[in-house]
């Protein structure tokens, strides 16, 4: 039998260190270009954390593209010049190895140190997104089929359409759903999270370049899912103030309760309208047993919290005064009546009804 | 009975092997319900060629679909159902029950020298169940087809119109089959090899099929318990995952992707499986890192168990928690990488027949390493924030379901089938098959990767305008694809009546497979060989005993005549 | 199954060592009968293992409270007294089981037959014991909230097991009696204790986790 004779140490193919230096000249031209690239993604980084993803991108760009490389060429190289000759014998064989401790401790070792790099340089650009500040401005996104509404702070009314934020401001954004499961990306800042009903998800983000950028839903919610998108105007500090006060004025502590017919209210309809709006977010317990919000069991006699959250006392009309305008707390935003789709006289149903459990 | 050379590990010797039962006479028990593991495998590949080729055709719907941002053909209504069941097709009855059911059948157990598996009336209850679940899946469009994709998250699926549930029945039908198979392999490699196969002379096709079915059995059957309170909570109102009746929707993502991971892992182990066979036949060299290449099987398997939440990063889990699966999905390159590299120094030194199957196989080289790469921007976890949901994902599992799983499987159906129909295929078909393959595939996914980065959401019947030069590229390239898909189906067909006679090892191969008839009788071995060592070893002789009574043969003395060493 | 192979002859041609063949052969086959069989446990462990996971991960991090909160009221916790009878039933049954095999074993076929009952007898009773306590307990339903829907589906899984479980001792019972099982080959008899100590450890895990817990 024939036998290919090769002394591995010597002849690894004809031309494979040429192939070899192909390999890193491509691999070191693709690296450059990426490592180098100021949008690797295609996108611009308009605002923290984007640039970190950026650098994280652009790291594993180069790694992945020499890896593609090595394997790609080297395959194909072989694949040529290892093919059987026209004129090799019939029962022609290969080099009969079947294995190189050397070389493949050198390609178990190499990538294993190259994946515990990675995966620590991940972990820093991870912690450097948790570490993102958003201490300045909270926003809450809230989403829907087929839509999103962010409610700001002060603003009584949510805003539908199109989201402000302000220049070089840390932002966070608390997102929740009100049905299935939405996505909220915004490309150009990297980021994204579910909007998973039931659970509010946090994202920080500073915005760093004015413009217009889409945000984007991510995760299938319906028919409308390939329309769901709007989006997210940054402008300077100044522009943001003007468009945040042409939204609504800001939220009114008194006489927001005209209209409400308090002595009308009944416990029964309360009690089933409670089930149906709020106890998903509050318990009937005391204020300790949260859900989301607090337990309401004593809003009107708890001797450890004499006020209301938004430091009124606890008088049917300023609970009333809660319910119609929502609120925004450090847990989160409670939607206002609009939003619930609670009209007045619900309203009425459920203080009475809170009324009655504080009295046991 | 075979007499080894003193000093030679025998392992063990299984008496239960030695029996023949007598063949089936009529044609029900021959074709329709047979035990036979072979018949069964033919079987399972027919009926998954059938759905590859609907789902296939569902494909490109969503395709012609995408030619145009408005959405060409199809509402968003019926887009979302083609999608989904694209998806739970593809996965649930074309892949799975082609590399398990399919190719695990019929080579398996010939690989190991054995008649059959090892409960050969429960792999023809395993098997019938398949056509059923596909039928109740398929004719969910009737009714409306599931929509909420082949991943189904509540609380939009439980809006869903009633083919959601009749896909929770569907699959939990086709999970119970694949856990009966996983438990029929596992007993079948354990404990039916010939004598003298130890574990570490066993094919490395036979290590593949060993670690996917020790992914089938435990991981499906959590799978079945979420369809199960899925399938509860849609027709009873029994609350699992809404949470408006104090349920949670990321549970359902915990319980599905614990079993969707490692079923990742089972549509491709055996895929690894079959590239080994093809790289060394048609290099003429032993496969490179044997053992490797058995341990990272293994190791795969197991770590494919700790990484579910990898497709979780974006929904809310704990976030400290992101990190250790992102390290571990880090970590499972290693093996894999290791595996690359053993097939890239198979094909060196190699004296390569650039046949079909191995273009495949090579080519696969190429699109699965991409596609594990991909992987690796998705397990980091700040990366994954941005490509979480987006068409780098459907660039991603197409590059290693199709780069990866599609291309072996056509790389093993070329391999198996002279020994599986006794003809030879035609050769310049399978260049064409494969080149336009090979081209189109990737004209139809690398541009999603870009798509996905750029700003295009996955599951989407319109897209932004911007998107649409690449979209348009994508589908001509898919039609394309399709075609070469017609022309591996003419291959097959003409290769019944004019393809060459193949006789037993037309390609010089040295697994047990190869020395018998084409295809084998239905005893499989006449008389059980015994083994030596691993079938690579293309520079010494056949290291099998008893091969001429295992093929039957009539004459005493093997002559160089009547077996001469095998060429291509 | 077993019967075939001990009631089918088959011709090895080997004279005088066949009946120890045959016995080999036996041996291997009832060795992957019985490995099949507890990979065929080990993947009904899982699915248990899926819907434990899914209430521990409602009780723990999900639900603000436990028993849940439902219009107002906090739930009432189950009956752990009665459960714990019910269980000292089902693994009483579970001893019976042992001693039944055991007995067949030493060809004591009367009190095979007495061990046998009793742990068909028991089972059954665990059986009426659960459907005792579906009908009186106090959680809301199986769809009213994610307590009845953990509870009722996790037991109610069980319960079919047990069910499913009790009509296999019967059948094995029925088979015994004609004759089906010799002292050296039991397989089914073996099959039948292991899923029957299944179904009681499965039961101590669901025992602990709504009634102790």
């Known amino acids: 039998m024939a036998q290919r004779v090769v002394k591995p140490r010597t002849?690894?193919?004809?031309?494979?260190?040429?192939?070899?230096?192909?390999?890193?000249?491509?691999?070191?031209?693709?690296?450059?270009?990426?490592?180098?690239?100021?949008?690797?993604?295609?996108?611009?980084?308009?605002?923290?954390?984007?640039?970190?993803?950026?650098?994280?991108?652009?790291?594993?760009?180069?790694?992945?593209?020499?890896?593609?490389?090595?394997?790609?060429?080297y395959t194909i190289y072989f694949g040529i010049v290892f093919a059987k000759p026209k004129n090799?014998?019939?029962?022609?064989?290969?080099?009969?190895?079947?294995?190189?401790?050397?070389?493949?401790?050198?390609?178990?070792?190499?990538?294993?140190?190259?994946?515990?790099?990675?995966?620590?340089y991940s972990t820093k650009i991870w912690l450097d997104i948790q570490n993102t500040q958003g201490d300045v401005l909270t926003v809450e996104a809230i989403s829907y089929q087929y839509g999103y509404?962010?409610?700001?702070?002060?603003?009584?009314?949510?805003?539908?359409?199109?989201?402000?934020?302000?220049?070089?401001?840390?932002?966070?954004?608390?997102?929740?759903?009100?049905?299935?499961?939405?996505?909220?990306?915004?490309?150009?800042?990297?980021?994204?999270?579910?909007?998973v009903p039931g659970l509010i998800n946090t994202l920080r983000v500073t915005p760093t370049v004015p413009g217009r950028y889409p945000i984007i839903c991510t995760e299938f919610c319906g028919v409308g899912h390939g329309?769901?998108?709007?989006?997210?105007?940054?402008?300077?500090?100044?522009?943001?103030?003007?468009?945040?006060?042409?939204?609504?004025?800001?939220?009114?502590?008194?006489?927001?309760?005209?209209?409400?017919?308090?002595?009308?209210?009944?416990?029964?309809?309360?009690?089933?309208?409670?089930?149906?709006?709020?106890?998903?977010?509050?318990?009937?317990?005391?204020?300790?047993?949260?859900?989301?919000?607090?337990?309401?069991?004593?809003?009107?006699?708890?001797?450890?919290?004499?006020?209301?959250?938004?430091?009124?006392?606890?008088?049917?009309?300023?609970?009333?005064?809660?319910v119609k305008n929502g609120f925004q707390g450090d847990i989160g935003t409670m939607p206002s009546a609009q939003m619930n789709a609670i009209s007045n006289k619900d309203i009425a149903n459920l203080v009475v009804y809170l009324a009655s459990l504080s009295k046991k | 009975?075979?007499?080894?050379?003193?000093?030679?590990?025998?392992?063990?010797?299984?008496?239960?092997?030695?029996?023949?039962?007598?063949?089936?006479?009529?044609?029900?028990?021959?074709?329709?319900?047979?035990?036979?593991?072979?018949?069964?495998?033919?079987?399972?590949?027919?009926?998954?060629?059938?759905?590859?080729?609907?789902?296939?055709?569902?494909?490109?719907?969503?395709?012609?679909?995408?030619?145009?941002?408005?959405?060409?053909?199809?509402?968003?209504?019926?887009?979302?159902?083609?999608?989904?069941?694209?998806?739970?097709?593809?996965?649930?009855?074309?892949?799975?029950?082609?590399?398990?059911?399919?190719?695990?059948?019929?080579?398996?157990?010939?690989?190991?020298?054995?008649?059959?598996?090892?409960?050969?009336?429960?792999?023809?209850?395993?098997?019938?169940?398949?056509?059923?679940?596909?039928?109740?899946?398929?004719?969910?469009?009737?009714?409306?087809?599931?929509?909420?994709?082949?991943?189904?998250?509540?609380?939009?699926?439980?809006?869903?119109?009633?083919?959601?549930?009749?896909?929770?029945?569907?699959?939990?039908?086709?999970?119970?089959s694949s856990?009966?198979?996983?438990?029929?392999?596992?007993?079948?490699?354990?404990?039916?090899?010939?004598?003298?196969?130890?574990?570490?002379?066993?094919?490395?096709?036979?290590?593949?099929?060993?670690?996917?079915?020790?992914?089938?059995?435990?991981?499906?059957?959590?799978?079945?318990?979420?369809?199960?309170?899925?399938?509860?909570?849609?027709?009873?109102?029994?609350?699992?995952?809404?949470?408006?009746?104090?349920?949670?929707?990321?549970?359902?993502?915990?319980?599905?992707?614990?079993?969707?991971?490692?079923?990742?892992?089972?549509?491709?182990?055996?895929?690894?499986?079959?590239?080994?066979?093809?790289?060394?036949?048609?290099?003429?060299?032993?496969?490179?890192?044997?053992?490797?290449i058995a341990f990272s099987t293994v190791a795969i398997a197991l770590l494919g168990f700790s990484v579910w939440a990898h497709h979780m990063f974006t929904s809310g889990m704990v976030p400290w928690l992101q990190l250790p699966f992102m390290i571990i999905t880090m970590v499972i390159a290693v093996p894999t990488g290791i595996k690359i590299f053993s097939w890239m120094a198979t094909l060196w030194g190699g004296s390569i027949h650039w046949t079909t199957p191995m273009l495949f196989a090579t080519g696969f080289l190429i699109t699965f390493t991409c596609g594990g790469l991909t992987g690796f921007f998705l397990a980091a976890v700040p990366l994954d924030y941005h490509e979480h949901g987006t068409y780098f994902v459907v660039a991603h599992l197409h590059y290693v379901l199709y780069g990866g799983s599609v291309m072996g499987l056509f790389a093993g159906i070329y391999y198996w089938w002279p020994k599986m129909t006794g003809r030879m295929y035609n050769e310049v078909l399978g260049y064409w098959h494969f080149w336009l393959t090979f081209i189109a595939f990737n004209g139809t996914f690398m541009p999603m990767h870009w798509l996905g980065l750029l700003g295009m959401p996955r599951r989407v019947a319109l897209y932004d305008p911007q998107f649409q030069f690449w979209n348009v590229f994508a589908t001509i390239s898919s039609y394309v694809l399709a075609g070469s898909v017609l022309i591996f189906l003419y291959n097959f067909a003409t290769s019944f009546r004019s393809g060459k006679i193949a006789g037993p090892n037309p390609w010089g191969a040295r697994t047990l497979e190869w020395m018998i008839s084409s295809p084998p009788p239905y005893y499989n071995y006449k008389k059980i060989p015994a083994v030596l060592a691993t079938p690579y070893d293309f520079g010494n002789p056949l290291p099998y005993i008893g091969l001429e009574a295992a093929a039957g043969a009539e004459e005493a003395t093997p002559t160089a005549a009547s077996h001469p060493v095998p060429t291509l | 199954m077993s019967v075939s192979i001990a009631k089918q002859g088959y011709s090895l041609g080997h004279g005088h060592d066949e009946d120890a063949h045959e016995q080999v052969i036996y041996q291997e086959t009832r060795d992957m009968r019985l490995l099949g069989f507890v990979l065929f446990l080990c993947s009904d462990v899982v699915l248990f293992s899926a819907f434990i996971f899914a209430y521990i991960y409602l009780r723990t991090t999900v639900a603000p409270s436990w028993p849940p909160i439902v219009g107002g009221h906090q739930l009432p916790r189950l009956d752990t007294a009665f459960a714990a009878v019910n269980s000292i039933v089902l693994f009483g049954s579970g001893v019976t089981m042992h001693y039944a095999l055991e007995n067949f074993k030493h060809a004591n076929l009367r009190r095979y037959n007495v061990f046998?009952?009793?742990?068909?007898?028991?089972?059954?009773?665990?059986?009426?014991?659960?459907?005792?306590?579906?009908?009186?307990?106090?959680?809301?339903?199986?769809?009213?909230?994610?307590?009845?829907?953990?509870?009722?589906?996790?037991?109610?899984?069980?319960?079919?097991?047990?069910?499913?479980?009790?009509?296999?001792?019967?059948?094995?019972?029925?088979?015994?009696?004609?004759?089906?099982?010799?002292?050296?080959?039991?397989?089914?008899?073996?099959?039948?204790?292991?899923y029957w100590h299944f179904v009681d450890v499965i039961w101590v895990g669901l025992f602990f986790l709504f009634y102790l817990w």
């Open chain 1, 11 to 73: 002849n690894l193919g004809p031309g494979f260190w040429p192939v070899t230096a192909f390999i890193i000249v491509v691999s070191a031209i693709m690296s450059y270009f990426t490592l180098t690239s100021p949008w690797p993604i295609g996108l611009i980084p308009a605002g923290e954390p984007a640039p970190a993803t950026d650098a994280l991108f652009r790291f594993l760009g180069a790694v992945g593209a020499t890896i593609f490389n090595i394997v790609t060429i």
């Open chain 1, 88 to 120: 090799a014998l019939p029962n022609a064989i290969g080099v009969q190895i079947h294995d190189a401790p050397v070389l493949e401790f050198w390609w178990t070792a190499i990538p294993t140190i190259l994946i515990v790099v990675l995966a620590i």
């Open chain 1, 149 to 195: 509404q962010f409610r700001y702070p002060r603003l009584a009314q949510p805003v539908s359409g199109e989201m402000h934020l302000p220049l070089n401001t840390p932002t966070t954004i608390h997102v929740t759903s009100r049905d299935v499961i939405h996505g909220f990306w915004i490309p150009e800042m990297r980021i994204k999270a579910d909007m």
């Open chain 1, 227 to 322: 329309s769901m998108k709007t989006t997210l105007v940054v402008q300077s500090q100044q522009d943001f103030s003007k468009w945040f006060a042409q939204q609504g004025g800001s939220q009114s502590s008194a006489g927001g309760g005209g209209g409400i017919p308090l002595s009308t209210g009944t416990v029964d309809a309360g009690k089933v309208l409670f089930g149906q709006k709020c106890s998903a977010c509050h318990s009937t317990g005391p204020f300790s047993q949260k859900i989301v919000g607090p337990g309401l069991g004593q809003i009107f006699s708890d001797p450890a919290h004499p006020k209301l959250v938004n430091g009124s006392d606890p008088t049917t009309q300023n609970v009333a005064n809660i």
């Open chain 2, 1 to 176: 009975m075979a007499t080894l050379a003193p000093g030679v590990k025998t392992g063990p010797y299984h008496a239960v092997l030695d029996h023949i039962h007598p063949e089936p006479t009529s044609f029900i028990r021959k074709y329709i319900f047979s035990i036979d593991h072979k018949v069964i495998g033919y079987q399972y590949m027919i009926t998954g060629g059938l759905f590859f080729l609907i789902a296939g055709l569902l494909a490109e719907l969503i395709r012609t679909q995408l030619l145009s941002p408005n959405g060409a053909i199809v509402s968003a209504a019926t887009y979302n159902q083609i999608y989904s069941m694209h998806g739970s097709a593809m996965v649930w009855m074309v892949i799975i029950p082609l590399v398990t059911g399919g190719f695990g059948n019929f080579v398996m157990p010939l690989q190991i020298g054995a008649r059959d598996v090892a409960f050969p009336w429960l792999n023809l209850a395993a098997f019938w169940m398949f056509p059923v679940a596909g039928v109740i899946l398929f004719s969910s469009f009737l009714w409306g087809a599931p929509d909420a994709g082949w991943t189904e998250y509540p609380p939009v699926s439980l809006q869903g119109p009633p083919g959601t549930s009749m896909w929770c029945v569907a699959i939990f039908l086709i999970g119970i």
């Open chain 2, 179 to 292: 856990t009966l198979t996983g438990i029929n392999f596992i007993v079948t490699i354990y404990k039916m090899r010939a004598p003298g196969m130890t574990l570490t002379r066993m094919p490395l096709f036979v290590w593949g099929q060993f670690g996917t079915a020790g992914l089938s059995f435990i991981a499906t059957t959590a799978l079945a318990g979420a369809l199960l309170a899925l399938f509860l909570e849609r027709t009873f109102g029994v609350p699992f995952y809404d949470p408006k009746h104090g349920g949670s929707p990321v549970l359902w993502q915990h319980m599905f992707w614990f079993y969707s991971h490692p079923a990742v892992y089972i549509m491709i182990l055996p895929v690894f499986g079959i590239i080994s066979e093809v790289l060394p036949t048609f290099s003429r060299k032993p496969v490179f890192g044997y053992k490797m």
């Open chain 3, 116 to 194: 046998m009952g009793f742990t068909i007898l028991l089972g059954a009773m665990f059986l009426g014991g659960q459907g005792y306590e579906y009908a009186h307990a106090q959680i809301g339903g199986w769809s009213g909230n994610i307590f009845g829907a953990s509870f009722f589906t996790l037991t109610g899984m069980h319960g079919f097991h047990v069910f499913a479980g009790v009509i296999y001792l019967l059948v094995l019972w029925y088979q015994t009696q004609r004759g089906v099982y010799t002292q050296e080959r039991y397989f089914g008899l073996t099959a039948g204790t292991l």
